[in-house]
């Protein structure tokens, strides 16, 4: 039986051992996903041992995403670009550190919502880790402006483009966000306890506007209400959790599993 695992502190409320042995199962893989507590002074022994217990890959969550870096053997070009790794494969005995975030969040937003990105202006709100994965992974396609806005000043400044984005304050761009295709929030306001916090306000916002937030709990944040009831087409962060974990299982098994069913065992515990 292959060993596969999560790495994280906290880790026991992670969703990903039951996605990941549901589909090993159901494909019938001699496979186990286990969560592994792994505290901050620990990481370079825990990915160690890992590898000497010839773990076969394993996900890489808070807050080691950035740390694990030192401890791989090779890092592809996506990873280096992120500065974080989520998912790692054992290749003949070598780590080798990917990102499977991003990728995840754009699959999931085109093949949930049946979108194309051709020409979409797109506004993240955030330039945290999960902005600047989402960023990078929007830029390869053929979008025609991806632009941040953020609490800090300067935090976007520090990775865009500026020959497709634009760095506003949250301000800025509440009085913006008519001019936009799709919204995405990347930042964690919303999240489960703070249920009731908004990332930017949507007093502007024109119906049929495509509109995500990454966070999966709640299901439906009060910021994704209020845009479904101003008429927008929205989405949560079940689909970015379930698409990055079906690329990863894809590179740990070279099978794409089934995302619709991974997506019902997900929701059906969050529900
Ligand atoms: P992650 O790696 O998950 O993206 P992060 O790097 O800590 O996490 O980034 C979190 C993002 O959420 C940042 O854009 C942060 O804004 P700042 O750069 O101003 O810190 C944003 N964020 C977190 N809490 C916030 C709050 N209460 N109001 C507005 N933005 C917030």
């Known amino acids: 039986m292959?060993?596969?695992?999560?790495?994280?502190?906290?880790?026991?409320?992670?969703?990903?051992?039951?996605?990941h042995n549901d589909a090993f199962q159901s494909l019938r893989i001699d496979a186990h996903y286990h969560a592994f507590h792994v505290e901050p002074h620990l990481l370079k022994e825990a990915v160690q041992g890992l590898k000497a217990l010839q773990c076969a890959g394993f996900n890489v969550t808070i807050p080691h995403k950035?740390?694990?870096?030192?401890?791989?053997?090779?890092?592809?070009?996506?990873?280096?670009?992120?500065?974080?790794?989520?998912?790692?494969?054992?290749?003949?005995?070598?780590?080798?550190?990917y990102n499977t975030d991003g990728e995840g969040f754009v699959r999931a937003l085109c093949e949930q919502m049946n979108?194309?990105?051709?020409?979409?202006?797109?506004?993240?709100?955030?330039?945290?880790?999960a902005a600047r994965g989402?960023?990078?992974?929007?830029?390869?396609?053929?979008?025609?402006?991806?632009?941040?806005?953020?609490?800090?000043?300067?935090?976007?400044?520090?990775?865009?483009?500026?020959?497709?984005?634009?760095v506003?304050?949250?301000?800025?761009?509440?009085?913006?966000l008519g001019e936009y295709d799709i919204i995405i929030?990347?930042?964690s306001v919303g999240m489960y306890p703070n249920v009731d916090a908004m990332p930017i306000s949507l007093q502007t916002l024109k119906k049929g506007?495509?509109?995500?937030?990454?966070?999966?709990?709640?299901?439906?944040?009060?910021?994704?209400?209020?845009?479904?009831?101003?008429?927008?087409?929205?989405?949560?962060?079940?689909?970015?959790?379930?698409?990055?974990?079906?690329?990863?299982?894809?590179?740990?098994t070279g099978i794409f599993p089934d995302t619709k069913r991974m997506e019902k065992v997900v929701i059906q515990q969050l529900g």
């Open 2 to 19: 292959k060993l596969f695992g999560l790495i994280g502190c906290p880790v026991h409320h992670s969703l990903s051992p039951l996605m």
């Open 66 to 97: 950035t740390a694990v870096m030192a401890y791989m053997d090779e890092l592809d070009e996506t990873a280096k670009q992120m500065g974080a790794v989520n998912t790692v494969v054992n290749e003949n005995g070598k780590w080798i550190g």
């Open 115 to 129: 979108i194309d990105l051709s020409g979409a202006r797109i506004l993240l709100v955030g330039a945290g880790g």
């Open 134 to 166: 989402i960023y990078f992974t929007l830029l390869k396609h053929r979008v025609s402006a991806v632009d941040v806005c953020n609490r800090t000043a300067g935090k976007a400044e520090t990775f865009i483009a500026k020959q497709t984005s634009s």
């Open 168 to 176: 506003y304050s949250l301000e800025e761009a509440e009085e913006r």
């Open 185 to 187: 929030n990347t930042t």
């Open 209 to 252: 506007t495509i509109v995500s937030d990454i966070i999966y709990n709640p299901l439906m944040t009060k910021w994704l209400q209020e845009a479904k009831e101003r008429g927008a087409r929205v989405q949560n962060g079940v689909g970015m959790f379930v698409y990055q974990g079906a690329l990863a299982f894809e590179k740990w």
